[in-house]
């Protein structure tokens, strides 16, 4: 792929989805593309991108391209801190701070095919003694319809079931169908799943409590991370507990949140007297 392709496709990802793409991701480019091409009846990348460029593609294929290039791997309790932590610190905080509302909204950004909200809700399955009488919400939203399709049908593979997933979790939850596994409708009742762009008003999604956005905003520039965290702060409790990747850190790009104490990747919003003191000091 020469210069102009790049440039060309790097561009039409970043307008519509926030990625940014440097030359070096060239190699990442060319083998995610390569398939939407031959999909679509092009020889090559390069003559998918000419017949854009004239108007002779088909409407959908930069949809295509876009979902290409922000499907990202997932798989079952990935990196298992934030769910242990999710577990010991964040649930017990919210069983308290929300004794007399009684209800707890999550929100799984980038949700990929479902792997990271269907696991809360089997943490939060596994939790329903604690949480009789509570009305518990989790929305998984990603950019990709495609990937969401997956995510609703609750269908994996073996290898996606044996990634992460306990076998114990496997035998209560999920149902063997043909060479793939089903989660229970039980399981997949508990989630919504949406189709959304981190760039678009987030008004319409409701307000949350725990909202997780893991190894996402890697991707983007630093000032649209900043304008991102800004809008998901809004969307957010006083006392809210956002969740990044391990490695990624609101210091230096967002003011509206706290790092939480020992918890990496783990920040609330900014200290106030409605935040929860017993999770920051944790």
Same mark, same amino acid.
């Given at each position: 792929m020469n210069l102009p392709e790049f440039e060309f496709l790097s561009t039409l990802v970043r307008d519509r989805s926030g990625i940014a793409l440097s030359p070096d991701k060239c190699y990442l480019l060319t083998s995610r593309l390569k398939p939407v091409a031959a999909q679509h009846g092009y020889a090559s990348i390069e003559e998918m991108v000419g017949a854009m460029r004239s108007g002779r593609s088909e409407a959908h294929i930069a949809e295509k391209i876009v979902s290409a290039m922000t499907t990202n791997e997932s798989y079952f309790f990935r990196d298992r801190k934030p769910f242990e932590s999710f577990e010991k610190d964040i649930l017990p905080y919210f069983l308290r701070a929300r004794a007399q509302q009684r209800?707890?909204?999550?929100?799984?950004?980038?949700?990929?095919?479902?792997? #990271?909200?269907?696991?809360? =809700?089997?943490? &939060? *399955?596994?939790? /329903? $003694?604690?949480? +009789?009488?509570?009305?518990?919400?989790? @929305?998984?939203?990603?950019?990709?319809?495609?990937?969401?399709?997956?995510?609703?049908?609750?269908?994996?593979?073996?290898?996606?079931?044996?990634?992460?997933?306990?076998?114990?979790?496997?035998?209560?939850?999920?149902?063997?169908?043909?060479?793939?596994?089903?989660?229970?409708?039980?399981?997949?009742?508990?989630?919504?799943?949406?189709?959304?762009?981190?760039?678009?008003?987030?008004?319409?999604?409701?307000?949350?409590?725990?909202?997780?956005?893991?190894?996402?905003?890697?991707?983007? #520039?630093?000032?649209?991370? =900043?304008?991102? &965290? *800004?809008?998901? /702060? $809004?969307?957010? +409790?006083?006392?809210?507990?956002?969740? @990044?990747?391990?490695?990624?850190?609101?210091?230096?790009?967002?003011?509206?949140?706290?790092?939480?104490?020992?918890?990496a990747g783990m920040f609330q919003r900014a200290a106030s007297e409605t935040a929860p003191r017993a999770l920051l000091s944790a």
């Open positions: 209800r707890l909204r999550i929100w799984s950004a980038a949700a990929s095919s479902g792997q #990271e909200p269907y696991s809360l =809700a089997m943490q &939060l *399955s596994e939790n /329903a $003694h604690r949480l +009789a009488g509570w009305r518990s919400e989790i @929305l998984g939203t990603d950019i990709s319809a495609e990937i969401l399709e997956k995510a609703r049908s609750g269908l994996y593979s073996q290898f996606e079931v044996q990634r992460g997933l306990p076998i114990q979790l496997l035998a209560k939850y999920f149902e063997k169908r043909g060479e793939m596994w089903q989660i229970s409708s039980k399981i997949r009742s508990m989630v919504e799943f949406r189709r959304f762009n981190l760039l678009d008003r987030m008004s319409a999604l409701g307000m949350f409590d725990v909202v997780l956005c893991r190894n996402v905003l890697i991707y983007f #520039e630093r000032e649209t991370r =900043a304008e991102i &965290l *800004s809008r998901i /702060a $809004h969307q957010m +409790a006083r006392d809210g507990v956002l969740v @990044l990747g391990a490695a990624e850190t609101v210091i230096g790009i967002a003011t509206d949140f706290a790092p939480i104490p020992g918890q």
